[in-house]
Each structure stands twice: as C-alpha cells, then as structure tokens.
C-alpha cells in the first residue's frame, strides 16, 4: 500500500456521499465512504415532527475498509416506526469519534455544508406514495465540454422542496455512471494522487506487462498510452490483430481508452472523484511528464474538468436529496461490454483483460448495484467484503488469487436485475450479463437478454395493468440508426459503430416483442432509456388490433453528453425521409409487428424529433401509467416538452 504518511485526522472525515439509495418506509439506505472508522448517529425528522435519533450499530450497516483511510459504509438501518410518505423528512449523520471529542455531534451541516440547501441544516427527502413522477438519464462523462444534467436537476429540485407531494419518487440512473474506459488526463492524474492520499489498496497484476499497481502508477505509459501497458504486445497494430480483429479501437474497444482504468483502486477513485467535491480539496495535481501533443491534450481537458469539478457540489446535493436506482452500461466496465460472443472469448481470455474487467464490476457491485437490493445481492457483497479485509491484514495488498476467485464468482452472479413494487411497479433490466449468444458467428452482436432472462421479464409483465421498463439501451430506437448498424455487421464490423440495440440479434429482437404482443400483457408500458446520447419519445401500438398494450419508449441521454450536432441533425432528417409512415422500408424492419410515431420536441424546429443537449428527462404518470408529461431538464437552462402528437403546435 502507498505510504502517504498521512494522519487520519489530517483528512476529512467523511469523503464521499450521503447518498439515498433504495429507501423505504422501514428502512434508511445510504452510501458513504470515510477517512476512518466512524460511529455514526442517524437522526430522522419528519415536518411537524419530533427527530428520531439513535447510534448506529454493526448490524445497520456494512464497513468495508478500501485503503489505509478509505472506509465503504453502506448503511441499511432499520428505522423505529414507519416514515411517512408524501412529506419532507430531514436526515442527518452526526459524526461521533472517541479520539477527537471536538467532533461530537458533528452534523452534514459541519462536515459537508455543501449537501444542505440555503437555510437549511441538514438534507432532507421525500418518501413518495407512488411511482408516477420519476427522473431519469444516463452517460455522465466528466470531461464533455458541456454542463453537468445532475448538477443543473440541483436548482429545479430546490424549488419542488415546497410541494413534497409532487417530488419524484426516484433519480433513475440509466447506465454509464462513470466512464471507466474513457478519462482524461487530468482525471487520471488526480485518480493517482488520491490514491496515494488516501493510501488504497494495491495489487498485481498478473499477464500484463508491468508487476504491479505501483509500477503502473509510474509507468511512462501511463497516461494517453496503456494501450502499450496490455501484455505480450509489441506494438499497437500487434494488439489490434491478436485482440480485436483489426478494429481500430485499441485496449478492449473504446475509440478513447488511452487512459482506461485497470485497477480496483482506480475504479474506486473514480467514483469519489465523480460524486462527490471532498476529494478534490485533498490531493494537489501535478501535470506529468508528456509530449507536445498530450500536453496540449492536458491543458484543454483540464480546463473542462474544472469546470466539472466545481458544480460538484450540486450534484452531490442532489444525490443526497433524492433516493436513487442505478443499473450498469457498458462505459461502467469498458466500451462494447459483451457485444458479441468473439469479443467475451477475447476479453475473458486472458488474465489481465479479464482482472480489468472484473475490478470494474467489483466497483459497480460497492458503489451502484449495492444500494438497488442489498438482500439480493448479499453474496458477492460478503465475498468482496472479504477479499478488501483480507487485504487491510495484508499491508493493504490484495491477495491475487483471492481476487481471481472472487472476480470469477462476479462474472457468474446472476441478480443484477431487480424490480421495485408500487404504483406501477418498476422493473429494471439487466442487458450486459445474461446476453443471447449468437453460437453459429460469434462475431454478431448478441442478442441484449437471453431467452431465460427475457422469460423471467415476461412474469414481471404479465397481467399488470401498468410497468416501468429501465432498458438502458432503448427497445425502440432510430431505425436509421440501427440500418446503419445492421450494414457494419453484415460487414464483419460491428465494434466500429458499437451495434448495440435490442433489434441486432433476431432471436432476441423476436421474443422482446412477442412478450409485448402476447394476450395477457395488456396494461400501459412506459420503457426509459439512455445510451445514445440524444433523447426522443415515441408512441406504440400493436398493429391491426383494437385491444392490445400501450408502449411509450421515453429516451433521456446525455447527463453530460452529446452526439455530435451535425451528424445527428443529418441522421434525423434521413430517417424521416426513409421511414415515414407509408415507407416500404418499415416492412424490412424486426418491429414492423409495431406502428411507431414520434413526438417532437416543443424547441426544436419544425419536424425535428431528436433533441440533442444534455440533461435529465423527467416523467410524469396518470393513474392508469400513460405519460402525462414528458420533458427534459436541458443543463442549458431551457425544459423541453414531447407533447403527444395531437397535441403538438
């Protein structure tokens, strides 16, 4: 372990969150990482209510060390009576330390002043009666030249405070969280410094090139160049030809992987680094040794993550007002996650690629998937809370073989999946573990769920009058699009344009939309989405049938992200040209089962149905789970409306 020669009490003592994560009547959820091993006294207090205190004990939380003065809490404490719904209810962790008395009774408003809204002393949430108001988005990438969605959501939540009646039930994250494959220089170096500062846990690296953590740490490589870190390569062509066929994305598939993350401890600073602003007023950045070209690189992305990093503190407000859901895309682990049999043979097939992959996933299980269903996913939880105990006995080194054990277990978890019961339910899929093989050209894109994953989504969807889908990828998307997608697979390339969509695997595609068609599923199916980097709505109906289920696929993407305006804009007037309603071409398509219409954004111009700006989508239900509202919270300051197209200007 890094020797930082660090106090404990020479750093704050809590690092990162509260976060809300899946919170209930009778239980108090929430994420938090600190310097040191903490007591913490929870105080609940309802408006128009006495506060509810009490110390919190080992059975309400689990504390798993992460480095010399890094602590994971994930608190799931059971609460004395049954909160109630529909009204404010502040929260505070009161820090209290037996080595430090000047600390007692220290509240959020000492230690992170930052989480509170003006006038206030401590964070506050509601609990909602139903599922029927909800925010949603997906791909948060730091170093987008562009405002941060969660950090803008900061000003429009501050003002629904007022009415906890109409607060939205949950922050539904959609996928791409963090980017692990794609980091900018100067994230990367602040990764290392923090690293270092907070002394986290070290391991090696067997089939790579390099012995161990440290000494990638200290490689020259190790900025803007680790895709010449991957083992027994000798150049770049080299890789391409043994681990990708040629495809011009070096280290895995991500077009941006010069910095990818390879290490647990890297994986876990990036998701300090990402939510919350602690971390960055510890650690002092240094701009590494580079040649002209990445020093240039450096300099202009290391403004647009100073820009990042000082609207953290709204983002991290936000997380700690609302209660959130998360599921993985592909960018939490790497780019094309699984996009074809070839590319999981290739990746699984070697230690290195595969230890990658399996730290990232561990960061997903202790920072995301944890807070969705803690009971669901208590195994792999208690083996990583092994493994990083172990280590903290071993001079902050993780067994190797330990790790390759507990990861390989992770790879055959099947659970990530889960469902939240209410008015409509909430079902949020899993479309990177469990993908439908294509067994005869490995080389085709998977189907996105297999067929018993699908099956079991089909008994969520049976006889309920009304579901919300989280699919990250969107069932529906721009048929343009995934034409252009079908044309680089059928060419052998489907890494090139990442064809991923629930229409590229026919098995897959065909039982997706018979599940929709079948007769006992005949309720009001909202699916949200992300992924692409644009967001639209459109309405669904079965053809030639009068009684059937109403679909509203409701795509919300980037958080901090975009598609690149040009492109987008010719992509969007092509596919309405090609595909309009009485185009031959809809009956070359996998959904033309279904009859497909748009809405179009109220700021867009005249015909354009695509809107591209980053943000969050926000959603609003009826009784009966049709869309009342659809819009987008655009970071530029403008909501943008997708009224139903009977009711648009």
């Given at each position: ?6 106090s ?9 969150g ?65 909160l109630?719904?529909d ?50 988005g ?24 007022d ?13 791409d ?61 080299d ?21 990818h ?6 994986m ?35 403004r ?18 609302l ?7 592909d ?24 230890r ?34 172990d ?11 330990d ?7 992770l790879?055959r ?15 949020v899929l ?7 093989r ?55 390339k ?12 026919r098995?897959a ?50 958080i ?6 040009t492109l ?12 309009s ?64 197209p009977?009711?648009?200007?």
């Amino acid at each position: 372990m890094n020797d930082t020669g660090t106090s404990d009490h020479d750093l704050p003592a809590i690092l990162a969150g509260p976060i809300l994560r899946r919170l209930t009547r009778e239980r108090f959820r929430a994420w938090l990482v600190t310097s040191r091993e903490l007591t913490l006294k929870l105080e609940l207090t309802p408006q128009d209510e006495a506060p509810h205190r009490r110390v919190l004990g080992d059975d309400d939380y689990r504390k798993i060390p992460l480095g010399r003065h890094a602590w994971l809490y994930l608190i799931d404490a059971a609460v004395d009576a049954p909160l109630p719904q529909d009204t404010l209810i502040a929260y505070d962790l009161q820090v209290v330390e037996q080595n430090a008395p000047d600390s007692l009774g220290q509240g959020a408003a000492r230690w992170a002043p930052h989480l509170c809204h003006d006038g206030q002393s401590a964070p506050r949430f509601v609990l909602a009666s139903s599922h029927r108001r909800l925010l949603h988005g997906s791909c948060r990438r730091p170093h987008y030249d562009g405002p941060d969605g969660l950090a803008h959501l900061d000003s429009w939540l501050a003002g629904q405070l007022d009415h906890p009646e109409a607060m939205p039930a949950w922050l539904l994250m959609t996928g791409d969280q963090v980017y692990a494959d794609d980091v900018a220089g100067p994230m990367l170096v602040a990764i290392h410094a923090l690293i270092k500062r907070l002394g986290l846990f070290d391991e090696v690296l067997e089939g790579a090139v390099i012995d161990d953590s440290p000494a990638l740490y200290a490689s020259p490589a190790s900025y803007y160049r680790r895709e010449e870190l991957l083992p027994d390569v000798k150049s770049t062509d080299d890789l391409k030809d043994r681990f990708f066929g040629g495809v011009r994305k070096p280290v895995f598939t991500s077009a941006s992987a010069a910095n990818h993350l390879m290490t647990f401890a890297e994986m876990m600073a990036m998701y300090l680094l990402v939510w919350s602003p602690t971390p960055w007023r510890i650690i002092e950045l240094t701009c590494p040794e580079l040649d002209d070209e990445h020093r240039e690189r450096y300099q202009e992305q290391a403004r647009v993550i100073d820009d990042f990093v000082e609207t953290l503190p709204a983002a991290a407000r936000v997380m700690a007002h609302l209660p959130s859901l998360m599921i993985f895309d592909d960018h939490d682990v790497t780019d094309d996650w699984n996009l074809t049999a070839q590319w999981e043979q290739t990746a699984y097939g070697h230690p290195f690629s595969k230890r990658i992959i399996g730290n990232a996933l561990m960061a997903y299980l202790l920072c995301q998937g944890w807070g969705n269903d803690p009971d669901r996913l208590k195994t792999p939880l208690d083996d990583a809370q092994a493994l990083l105990e172990d280590a903290r006995q071993r001079q902050g080194w993780l067994s190797a073989a330990d790790q390759d054990a507990c990861l390989e277990r992770l790879f055959r978890f099947e659970g990530w999946e889960f469902q939240v019961e209410g008015t409509p339910r909430l079902v949020v899929l899993d479309t990177r573990t469990r993908r439908w093989r294509n067994g005869r050209k490995p080389h085709r894109p998977s189907g996105l769920m297999d067929w018993e994953a699908l099956s079991e989504f089909q008994q969520e969807l049976i006889d309920a009058p009304s579901v919300v889908i989280v699919s990250p990828a969107p069932m529906f998307g721009v048929k343009l699009i995934e034409a252009i997608q079908k044309l680089f697979t059928l060419a052998g390339k489907p890494l090139m344009v990442d064809a991923e969509n629930w229409m590229a695997h026919r098995g897959a595609a065909s039982v997706m939309l018979n599940i929709f068609r079948h007769s006992r599923t005949p309720g009001h199916y909202v699916i949200l989405s992300g992924d692409v980097h644009y967001s639209f709505v459109y309405d669904i109906r079965i053809r030639h049938r009068r009684q059937g289920p109403k679909i509203w696929q409701v795509t919300s993407s980037g958080i901090k992200n975009c598609f690149p305006d040009t492109l987008l804009d010719t992509f969007d007037r092509l596919n309405r040209w090609l595909y309009s309603p009485r185009s031959p071409l809809n009956w070359f398509t996998q959904r033309r089962p279904m009859a497909v219409e748009p809405r179009d954004p109220d700021h867009a111009k005249a015909g354009e149905r695509l809107w591209n700006g980053p943000g969050i989508g926000l959603i609003t239900l009826a009784e009966d789970g049709s869309p009342d509202d659809i819009r987008q919270l655009d970071a530029r300051g403008m909501e943008v409306t997708f009224p139903p197209p009977d009711k648009a200007p």
